[in-house]
């Protein structure tokens, strides 16, 4: 089992920055983000698989960026220049080879 806890969520004006946090109960290699905008079905934003060869969708390439600190067990979501747009619950994910874990999602809201 593995417990994923998400922090870092929030309201931000177009343009600004969030940090989202998951920090995860033991050590996961391949650990990633997903978010589900209002109205829509969950999609993948970001993912850092096993290689740490990191994986953006074509939204999130320039403007976030993934990425881990293996001391604490903790992924992050580094999100510059939001948009309206990226209004979404955002979800941690962790996938140890024979599960996948959720997080319990945080909220993002970017206002024009």
């Known amino acids: 089992q593995v417990q994923l806890r998400e922090s870092g969520g929030g309201s931000v004006q177009a343009g600004g920055s969030l940090r989202l946090s998951c920090a995860a109960s033991r050590n996961i290699k391949a650990m990633g983000w997903s978010r589900r905008v209002p109205g829509g079905q969950r999609d993948l934003v970001a993912a850092l698989p096993r290689n740490n060869d990191a994986v953006y969708k074509d939204f999130a390439k320039g403007r976030f960026t993934i990425f881990k600190v293996d001391t604490n067990n903790t992924l992050f979501l580094q999100m510059d220049n939001l948009k309206p747009e990226d209004t979404a619950v955002y979800y941690c994910?962790?996938?140890?080879?024979?599960?996948?874990?959720w997080g319990q999602g945080v909220s993002v809201t970017v206002s024009s």
């Open positions: 994910y962790a996938n140890d080879g024979g599960s996948l874990y």
